[in-house]
């Protein structure tokens, strides 16, 4: 078994921090801030997307000689036809988009519960492989990055790039927002700048290292960050821009915004926190050993 670059196993030849226990650390951090990253949404993201369906339902239905309104947004309103129903019907029978599936409150227990637990232990685990391919890599010789130190650093990182800055560009949009014609374009464009922000993350990093080994750390976190900064710009400035709220109140909007920001940033920072801990007791494991073995080896 191996260990990761820039530490040593104890004297004894058995392996502590290893790329597996990492990923076993990480899958078990990415977890436990799944199941926080569900009590942040469930307690702040849900109540605005509750209010969303209800303006949606509330809206007046197409004509029934209207087909071409099917499931589309009317022109400057956040209104959302229902073909072949009347309001009443459609608030009896709950949002249109769901009679066929699960209910209203699976989708906001068991449906959100079980998307935040494998969002998050899928990112739990990236993270871990990203920091264990850093750690002992990056910083200038002789004061590589610790163990700790690239969990907090991969955890960041992703955090900017996956969804901090994509969200800036293209945030998220509640129910009746949005034509159903577009919703393909519109999720195309969303992983096109995904795509573009995490390869610029990576060539930033690259840059940022080798700077730091060469001229300062100041250099490398400066010229890293302004060069993220630079592609990503350019990015948001050539891509589409998505405008299709109509009419929908600004409130509800921000509100339902702002709570899938702050559910990100509880998945991500649960996701660090747990896992540098983790980590951490990891590594006082290792040196203690490799202490005590290097006196009895001394004595």
Known sequence: ????????APSSGRALLTPRALLVRGLLAGLVAGLLAFAVGFAVGEP???????LEESAPAAPA????????????????????????????????????????????TAGLLTATVVVGTALGGLVALVAAAVMGRLGRPGRRIRPTEAVVLASVLGFVAVALVPWMKYPAAPPAVGSGDTIGERTGLYFAFLLVSVLAAVGATYL????WSSVSPFAGVVGGGLAYVA?????????????????????VLWEFRLSSLLTLATLWAGIAVVLAALVGRLTAADDADRARRDLAASL
């Open 231 to 251: 592609v990503v710009g350019v990015a948001a400035t050539v891509m589409a821009p998505v405008n299709e709220l109509g009419d929908f109140p600004a409130d």
């Open 65 to 108: 000689d209207e087909p071409a309104a099917d499931h589309d947004h009317a022109e400057g309103t956040a209104a959302h036809a229902h073909p072949d129903s009347s309001s009443d019907e459609a608030a009896e029978e709950g949002h249109a988009h769901g009679e066929s599936g699960p209910s209203r409150t699976t989708q906001k």
């Open 1 to 8: 078994m191996t260990t990761i670059q820039g530490t040593r």
């Open 208 to 211: 940022g290292q080798r700077l």
């Open 48 to 54: 605005p997307i509750d209010d969303a369906i209800a």
